[in-house]
Structures are given as structure tokens and as C-alpha cells.
């Protein structure tokens, strides 16, 4: 059963610096990633879904996919105070399956 | 904008009552899903319905049981809660079964079991 795990647990960037988050995962044969926030009592968005080892690019946010690392990341370009929010890394297998979130602070 | 949508936003309950929340989504989608979410902040599937049809159905207490009555509205009732019901429940849509396709998930119904 894949699992995975995100880091860090928490986050504080300065508004424009660039934000990094890290996902590592168990089964390196899957191909099928997602990257969600989810802001307080709000549901989850879809960030970034990304399918193959490289880069996938959507607005600001940028995934990159490393399988033979077992590693997914997720970088944020420029952030801005109304990106703070949980960010969640899932692995598209049978089910989705969640990491248990890094939650990001981003100070004016 | 917000195309999946969940009732209520908030249920206070006391233990062995009976409860129900609602799902519908305007997308068009053929599969629904429900999603708990625990004090940990942990995502977990529960059940998944494509086209009205039972295709997921994780290991849940039997007390959780979900209701579809057409391929955009997705229920999910308990019987007799109790407190580790107490959690964040996440209703989704996708165009595909089985994580073939996006998830749009809606705001989702937070539950509190005195």
C-alpha cells in the first residue's frame, strides 16, 4: 500500500520568497501525483497533477517528479499572504491517498 | 467557484443519534466520493460511487452508509454516532472512476459527537 509522507510540517516564508515542499512516497512504479491546499473551513483545491519524472508548471506553482527518489515537490513562486493554507501531496494509485499536510504561513 | 457542495457546514450531536449529510455536485461527473477527515488532518476514503453504483468501499463501520439517487447527489448517513465520528467529512467529484481524473472536492461538513 503506498504511503506517503510530507515535510516539513509547517512552513513560514516571507511574501516573495519562494516556498518548497516535500513529499516523499513507498512505491516508486506509480506515476499519478496531485498537489492540494486547503484553506481553513474551506474545501481542498487542486494545485498541480503531474504524471511523469520532470516538471509540470501551473501558474505559480511548479511540481517536480523524481520516481527513481521517490520524490515529489512542490515550489511557490512569489507567494502572497492569501497562499497560507494546509498543502496536501496525494498519490493517485486505486484511491488517493493523502499525506498528512505542511501547513504553510506566508508573513507580509 | 464552488461546484460541489455539502450540507450542513456544522452538526452538533450527542452519541447513538443519527445523522445525515448531503452531497451534490453541478459538474456532471460520473463518480462521487466521501472523505474523512480526522483531528490529524488526515484524508481518508471512504466510499465511492460511479453512476449511482457502489465502487469503493474501504473499511468503515457499518454505521456509515452512503445514499445516491441519481449520479449528482451523494448522502452519507450514520447510525448511532459515536466520538471518534467527530471529524471533517469531504464530499469529491471526478469525471473518471478510480483516480483516473481530478477530484474536486467541496467545503465539507464538520461533525462534533458530545
Known sequence: QQKVQQSPESLTVSEGAMASLNCTFSDGTSNNFRWYRQHSAKGLEVLVSIFSDGEKEEGRFTAHLNRANLHVSLHIREPQPSDSAVYLCAHAGNKLTFGIGTRVLVRP | ?114
Open chain 2, 1 to 114: 467557484e464552488t461546484a460541489v457542495f455539502q450540507t450542513p457546514n456544522y452538526h452538533v450531536t450527542q452519541v447513538g443519534n443519527e445523522v445525515s449529510f448531503n452531497c451534490k455536485q453541478t459538474l456532471g461527473h460520473d463518480t462521487m466520493y466521501w472523505y474523512k477527515q480526522d483531528s490529524k488532518k488526515l484524508l481518508k476514503i471512504m466510499f465511492s460511487y460511479n453512476n449511482k453504483q457502489l465502487i469503493v468501499n474501504e473499511t468503515v463501520p457499518r454505521r456509515f452508509s452512503p445514499q445516491s439517487s441519481d449520479k449528482a447527489h451523494l448522502n452519507l448517513r450514520i447510525k448511532s454516532v459515536e466520538p471518534e465520528d467527530s471529524a471533517v467529512y469531504l464530499c469529491a467529484s471526478s469525471r473518471l472512476p478510480l483516480n483516473q481524473d481530478t477530484q474536486y472536492f467541496g467545503p465539507g461538513t464538520r461533525l462534533l459527537v458530545l
